[in-house]
């Protein structure tokens, strides 16, 4: 099952109804582990269909195209991955090697708490290199790196900060208060990883006018 934006935010509102002080400890929201928009991914058969596709986020697609951008590389975001995180969560050492094209990076955002994040080499027997993500760290996977093992090894529980005026800058009225706070609180305990990336070839431009 797909997961889109309108169904994780029905997960999220659940959530908070039922556990309003900590909805990371809702046991729905706890089942969460992915969502996606773009060109879905199969987990099982490891592989995008042309026909499984539903609208991307604008924002997204710039950030992705913009970071590319910004280390000389190009990107047309057409798929994301959104990974959730709990305290105990871990990925182990996988490749993104299921793209049609491979000339483009995987840009990957981390929200909420830390992770300690292992980029290998191109095969298992390499020793990982640990980095450790924070929240709004972005992690660019382009060249040779596009093609390396990488994973997550555990994740670091780590109250989210942010300056009181800053906080207050985010609201649009103050009955958003409430569901920034509950967000903050979620982010605190939990990790978010949003990854673009581009799944097909860019098609060449014409010369001719047509």
């Given at each position: 099952m797909h997961l889109q934006q309108q169904q994780v935010a029905e997960i999220w509102h659940k959530a908070r109804e039922s556990h309003p002080?900590?909805?990371?400890?809702?046991?729905?929201?706890?089942?969460?582990c992915?969502?996606?928009?773009?060109?879905h991914y199969d987990w099982t058969a490891r592989k995008y269909y042309k026909d499984s596709f539903s609208a991307m986020p604008e924002l997204l697609q710039q950030l992705g195209a913009r970071c590319a951008t910004a280390c000389g590389m190009t990107l047309s975001a057409e798929a994301v991955i959104v990974n959730f995180y709990k305290t105990k969560s871990s990925m182990g050492g996988h490749l993104d090697d299921v793209e049609y094209t491979m000339d483009h990076p995987v840009v990957s955002l981390s929200l909420g708490s830390r992770c300690v994040f292992l980029m290998g080499g191109h095969t298992k027997d390499e020793p990982p290199l640990e980095i450790l993500l924070r929240s709004g760290d972005i992690a660019i996977m382009?060249?040779?790196?596009?093609?390396?093992?990488?994973?997550?090894?555990?994740?670091?529980?780590?109250?989210?900060?942010?300056?009181?005026?800053?906080?207050?800058?985010?609201?649009?009225?103050?009955?958003?208060?409430?569901?920034?706070?509950?967000?903050r609180t979620y982010l605190g305990t939990q990790r978010i990883n949003i990854n673009v990336r581009q799944v097909y070839p860019t098609e060449p431009t014409s010369t001719n006018g047509e």
């Open positions: 002080e900590d909805p990371a400890a809702s046991p729905l929201l706890a089942k969460l992915w969502a996606a928009s773009g060109y382009g060249g040779e790196s596009r093609t390396c093992y990488h994973g997550v090894a555990r994740v670091l529980p780590t109250p989210f900060s942010i300056a009181n005026d800053e906080f207050d800058a985010l609201l649009d009225s103050e009955a958003d208060r409430e569901e920034y706070e509950a967000v």
